[in-house]
């Protein structure tokens, strides 16, 4: 997590450090101090903010995950205010009192993890974290942090509010799990869970099931409820092999069509895969960029040592040395824990190009 902190005080300063001792201890944290305090700057290790607070601010939205404000909130407020956008896409935002008493979740408390983080700093500086989302308040299930902690891609986010108030209200909420997730922990007692065979939704023949509900799928389209909210783990991996010089457009357009004939979200896709003499071929190289994807590419002995029956061809072990690469590559980048993925999808082919699907195994944890 990338976490900007400032303080404006030199009691907040000393606050600042007492939270850098606590997030600051992972590896895992990029935690850095910025001051507006140009003495404090030079001996303590803090940034001097040179610019407005404005403009500082404007940059931290665009490169932290995270934001704290050691000071008071209207300071806070005024400097977000102007680059807020959706809790879908905002960071984190917390805001610290100068004695370090109070650590309060101010904006995207779920899916930025300001909640969560809240309540990690007070436990670390013996502070009281300030959380106000209702759900949290009222112990209920919320379907944006679930969403969050299994890397879930949310559909809709109005249908996930709508969610969240049936949640409060008491009202029925439904959910359908695809077979291939395992849910574990203790299931939330506000959701009603489909039967494993159950169909997809029709309105005159299903009148006992809840009006709302939640899908969790790779079908992202796929509807079990009038008003279906999808969730998709991202959990797929696309294996493709492709002939030199196939141009950006073909390959898009060929695997978009291969996603949507198999019922497969792209939110779903993980990373594509291929073999190693193709890790500099722009089609397939340009595809990952735009859609956000790792590209990962084997060698031929990686591929050759894929357990599992794929489809063959001599031509394709004539040029590149291993008898089938979109599908080898697909189950071999969706393995777990030296636990193969399961191929979900065999090799298609069209026009030079071939792509296959495996999902790699994931458990959702309540």
């Known amino acids: 997590m990338r976490t900007a902190c400032v303080c404006f005080t030199e009691r907040g300063a000393a606050t600042a450090e007492k939270i850098r001792s606590v997030l ?9 101090l910025y001051t507006k305090r140009r003495e404090a700057a030079a001996a303590d290790g803090f940034f001097f903010i040179d610019d407005s607070l404005k403009e500082w ?11 704290l404000f050691v000071g008071a909130c209207g ?32 904006v995207s408390g ?18 009281q974290p300030v959380i106000t989302t209702a759900t949290d308040l009222n112990e209920r299930f919320a379907v944006d942090v679930f969403a969050r902690e299994n ?3 949310i559909g809709s986010m109005e249908l996930a509010k709508e969610v969240s108030a049936a949640v409060l209200a008491g009202r029925p909420v439904g959910l359908r799990c695809a077979d291939e997730f395992v849910p574990e922990g203790r299931f939330p007692q506000e959701l009603s869970l489909l039967e494993k065979n159950a169909l997809p939704y029709k309105s005159d023949e299903m009148l006992e099931r809840p009006i709302l509900g939640i899908n969790i799928s790779l079908n992202e389209r796929a509807r079990y409820f009038e008003k279906t909210l999808a969730l998709v783990p991202c959990c797929t991996v696309l294996g493709v092999g492709c002939r030199k010089g196939k141009t950006p457009e073909e ?8 996603l949507e004939a198999s019922d497969v979200s792209i939110h779903s896709v993980k990373k594509i895969c291929s073999i190693d003499l193709k890790e500099n071929e722009e089609a397939l190289v340009l595809f990952a960029e735009k859609y956000g994807l790792p590209f990962e590419t084997y060698t031929v002995q990686q591929l050759s040592r894929v357990p599992g029956h794929f489809s063959t061809s001599t031509f394709v072990e004539t040029m590149v040395g291993v008898d089938n690469v979109c599908e080898r590559s697909a189950v071999l980048g969706a393995m777990t824990e030296n636990e193969p993925g399961k191929l979900i999808l065999p090799k298609h082919a069209q026009n030079g190009m071939t792509a296959a699907l495996a999902v790699e195994k994931i458990r959702l944890h309540f």
Not at 24 to 32: D, L, P, S
Not at 84 to 101: F, N, Q, R, W
Not at 110 to 125: D, K, P, S, T, V
Request: charged letters at 20%; glycine letters at 8%.
């Open 24 to 32: 600051g201890k992972y590896e895992t944290n990029r935690f850095t």
């Open 57 to 67: 601010t404007r940059q931290r939205f665009l490169d932290s995950d995270a934001i």
């Open 75 to 106: 300071i806070a407020v005024r400097s977000i205010a102007p680059f807020l956008m959706s809790k879908a896409e905002d960071p984190a935002v917390l805001v610290i009192d100068e004695t370090g008493s109070w650590v309060i979740s101010l």
């Open 110 to 127: 779920h899916l930025g993890g300001a909640n969560a983080l809240a309540r990690e700093i007070a436990a670390g500086i013996g502070a």
């Open 151 to 153: 890397k879930l891609f």
């Open 251 to 258: 390959l898009e357009t060929f695997l978009l069509q291969v």
